[in-house]
């Protein structure tokens, strides 16, 4: 039974295409994350939604666009995909907002040719 | 800003070895303190944390103390595996609820 879930394990696309990453964890947590994970190993949170009200936004394009559906879903759509963009993107889960432990899914890696 | 600073591997060693990771963090206020482990091709697990000064946290042999002291939180094995292989992120968790990382640290244990 899998906590946090993540599709695509992997996803290869061209340059300028468009493509969304889906996440669900079945932990009943009111808080989800995105990370993003370069080549170097660097982890950087991107985004977090709490009872899908958005709660942190880093700096990130605005091509990258998350949406909640409810609780349980955060997805993470990239519009005009870049070579940059290639990278390991993770999904998290915490219970709440309270520096409550996070939860990470297996991650979707994406590479843009 | 927070920031975490852990040693640059890659850490190679052979089995049963002795394993030592540094780990040191600045940040405001009381932050938790985690360690996560990433086995190749795979996602981050958390592997322990602790919460408040002087806390350790344990699992799988792996145990880290937190240290206001030295803003220190060090993971340490007595005896590695060839198992272990993997990199591993010291993390903390302030104020705002966005872990902040350090760059990672690869083992590698020979057998």
């Known amino acids: 039974d899998t906590a946090v879930s993540q599709t695509p394990k992997y996803l290869v696309t061209q340059m300028g295409n468009d493509k969304s990453i889906k996440c669900e964890q079945n932990l009943g947590h009111d808080t989800m994350y995105w990370y993003k994970q370069d080549s170097k190993k660097f982890l950087k949170i991107m985004f977090s939604?709490?009872?899908?009200?958005?709660?942190i936004n880093e700096t990130v394009p605005n091509r990258f666009s998350p949406k909640s559906p409810d609780k349980a879903h955060l997805n993470l759509h990239i519009n005009s995909l870049e070579l940059g963009d290639s990278a390991v993107y993770f999904c998290a889960s915490s219970q709440g907002v309270a520096r409550e432990t996070q939860y990470f899914g297996p991650g979707t890696r994406l590479l843009v040719l | 800003g927070n920031s975490v600073t852990q040693m640059e591997g890659p850490v190679t060693l052979s089995e049963e070895a002795f394993l030592t990771i540094n780990c040191t963090y600045t940040?405001?206020?009381?932050?938790?303190l985690f360690w996560y482990v990433q086995y190749p091709g795979e996602g981050l697990q958390l592997l322990l944390k602790?919460?408040?000064?002087?806390d350790k946290g344990s699992n799988k042999g792996f145990e880290a103390t937190y240290r206001k002291e030295t803003t220190s939180f060090h993971l340490e094995k007595g005896s590695v595996q060839v198992s272990d292989s993997a990199v591993y992120f010291c993390a903390l968790l302030a104020a705002g609820n966005k872990l902040t990382f350090g760059g990672g640290t690869r083992v590698l244990v020979k057998p």
């Open positions: 602790a919460t408040k000064a002087d």
């Open positions: 940040a405001t206020g009381y932050p938790s």
């Open positions: 939604y709490n009872n899908k009200e958005l709660i």
